[in-house]
């Protein structure tokens, strides 16, 4: 089988349970993300996701299992992989513009002042940050603006890997309606793989290539992995009519609601604890439906 561009192999991650135990989080998680993928991973409070993220970054180390990208195990923080976290982590203390010339600055080395300041200035604007904001510090900046700021800090360094936790919880809706906008632009243009916590269905369905169900905590497990069989470029107010949407949605509704709760707990002796996947397509029929009413003009009469 080859190999995938990530791949996280036999991950179990246990911590101390407090009353001198031990508690298992996730055990054997085995999946891999393709080169150039958005991958969404969807999953109750407490079920792991942010301690994947983690140990997907370098930033902690797991009981046991290996995390590989590009066939090289990830062990340590690295400017290959970047990370944006919930909670901005801009440096206080530097305007909006010198929090990414600092990270591209540290990325390029060999840049002249001018080349890290055009492309720090340029990847800004993608995320429409222009003019005498680009100037402030981060408290004079709203929370949307902040974190267009970390976007822009995080895609400006070109990390292969791109590791958002919950980027947009703190948003109100028509902020991050803008933001996911601009974060699919600045995606499209480039080559980096992404891979986002979101509690928000509707967000990973309009992002994602494809969405990872995580079942509830402790042994938690990655269950699913469901293709978005959906087209590219997505609308988000076109998105809803087309075939395949609302099958799902509901099946990601159905899993989180109910079989999360279920399949959560169970231990299993498989080494490989691979998400199933699901691909769902009600294009299909419907181009089966076309055909028949096309070969069959009467079909086509009752159906007017
Ligand atoms: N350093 C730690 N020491 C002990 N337990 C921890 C530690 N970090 C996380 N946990 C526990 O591991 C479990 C998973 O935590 P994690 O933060 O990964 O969840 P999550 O899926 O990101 O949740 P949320 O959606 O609320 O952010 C939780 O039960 C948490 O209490
Ligand atoms: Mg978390």
Request: a negative charge.
């Amino acid at each position: 089988m080859a190999r995938s561009f990530l791949s996280i192999e036999r991950l179990t991650q246990q911590f101390p349970d407090g009353a001198g135990g031990t508690m298992t989080v996730f055990e054997n998680a085995t999946f891999g993300v393709e080169k150039g993928e958005f991958v969404c991973i969807l999953g109750h409070s407490g079920c792991g996701k942010s301690t994947i993220m983690n140990i997907l970054a370098g930033l902690a180390e797991p009981t046991s299992g290996v995390v590989k990208m590009d066939g090289e195990h990830v062990s340590g923080p690295s400017l290959d992989r970047g990370v944006v976290f919930q909670n901005y982590s801009l440096l206080p203390w530097l305007t909006a513009l010198k929090n990414v010339t600092f990270a591209v600055a540290a990325r390029f080395p060999k840049w002249t002042k001018q080349q890290v300041i055009e492309h720090s200035t340029a990847f800004l604007e993608k995320v429409g940050l222009t003019g005498d904001a680009i100037h402030r510090k981060p408290s004079q900046l709203s929370g949307g603006m902040r974190q267009r700021v970390s976007i822009a800090r995080a895609f400006a360094n070109e990390p292969k890997l791109l590791l958002l936790d919950e980027p947009f919880g703190a948003l109100d809706a028509l902020t991050r309606g803008t933001i996911q906008d601009e974060l699919i632009n600045v995606w499209s243009q480039t080559e980096q793989t992404v891979f986002m916590i979101t509690h928000d269905i509707d967000e990973a369905i309009l992002l994602a290539d494809r969405i990872l169900l995580m079942t509830n905590g402790p042994l938690a497990r990655v269950a699913e992995s469901v293709e978005i069989t959906i087209p590219r470029p997505r609308n988000r107010t076109e998105i809803v009519e087309h075939p395949n949407y609302y099958a799902i949605r509901n099946h990601l509704v159905q899993f989180l609601g109910q079989r999360s709760k279920e399949l959560s707990g169970m231990s299993s002796d498989d080494i490989d604890q691979r998400p199933q996947s699901v691909h769902i397509d009600k294009t299909a029929d419907l181009d089966i439906q076309a055909d028949a009413m096309h070969e069959n003009p009467r079909l086509r009469a009752i159906s007017e």
